[in-house]
């Protein structure tokens, strides 16, 4: 769906060189600190920004040269659904059957019931979570191909994201060929929908892997200082001091489990991955 190579763009003392892919069918995470490069990335790929060098395809062309049909197949949700708050989710419904030869105008608005979006109330009188669904619900109202989302659930309650996820859900599951990019903090949200996660840090990808892989095989090893001298730093992808000794993240979870049986070994998750990643050595 999406293969970016070598992308490089600077940013005075900013440099972003990223490679990875968003294959068919599957939901991509974009994880990393606010600056890492996240909406550079999300820029090139939708053809807003030139990269400096390197190469970025969508459907199989140059991000920078898709055609008007091609660009109907790409539905977007940033921090903003493009449309005046003084518009209803009807009006949005009026203006998107004339963008787009795809657009169910019934289902839209019976998504927006669904959901909790009045047909007739102004989008300016929504909560910040009622925002956040229409603009997915927009984003995928004419059956796009790409979806790429930043941040759709920020801000939100857990009942706001939960309805999200659901929209989401229920949008790949009616063609297997969609695909989703999705940047976002929280994460439970990424570790309950991502297949796979790209962590990206001050412009470069350092980690990327299946999300079943990171929740069944990594894990956070805690010990003193002696332990961690006599350890194998082999199996050891990142490590940080701590008041105790040492925080050290591992691919291989079961190797010390079976053999280090007085070890603290917990789970790995998307934020411990995040900590340990980008402040560990």
Do not use: W
Not at 30 to 37: H, P, Q, S, V
Not at 146 to 174: C, F, H, Q, S, W
Not at 183 to 191: M, P
């Amino acid at each position: 769906m999406v293969s970016v190579r070598n992308l490089t763009k600077n940013y005075g003392s900013f440099s972003l060189h990223v490679t990875l892919d968003i294959p068919d069918g599957r939901i991509t995470g974009l994880i990393g600190k606010n600056g890492a490069g996240k909406s550079t990335v999300i820029k090139s790929i939708l053809g807003l920004i030139r990269p400096d060098g390197g190469s970025v395809t969508v459907f199989g062309k140059d991000a920078q040269a898709l055609s008007p049909e091609d660009k109907q197949q790409l539905g977007v949700a940033l921090s903003d659904s493009g449309f005046s708050q003084y518009l209803t989710p009807g009006d949005c419904a009026k203006i998107l059957e004339k963008m787009y030869g795809h657009f169910d105008r019934r289902a839209f608005l019976e998504a927006c019931r669904r959901y909790g979006l009045p047909e007739n109330k102004q989008i300016q009188k929504f909560s910040t979570g009622m925002k956040a669904k229409l603009r997915v619900l927009v984003a995928m109202s004419h059956e796009a191909k790409l979806l790429i989302m930043d941040e759709p659930t920020a801000g939100m309650d857990v009942e706001a994201r939960n309805d999200i996820l659901d929209i989401i859900r229920t949008y790949l599951a009616k063609k297997e060929d969609r695909s989703v990019l999705i940047t976002s903090h929280i994460a439970a949200d990424l570790e309950g929908l991502c297949d796979d996660i790209y962590l990206i840090h001050q412009g470069k990808i350092l980690l990327h892997e299946d999300t079943d892989v990171i929740l069944s095989d990594y894990g956070v090893l805690k010990m003193d200082e002696k332990t961690f001298q006599t350890l194998d730093r082999k199996t050891i992808l990142r490590y940080k001091p701590e008041a105790f000794g040492y925080c050290c993240l591992t691919n291989q979870k079961r190797f010390y489990l079976e053999n280090y049986p007085g070890m603290v070994i917990e789970n790995c998750g998307i934020d411990d991955l995040i900590l340990l990643m980008t402040g560990g050595k």
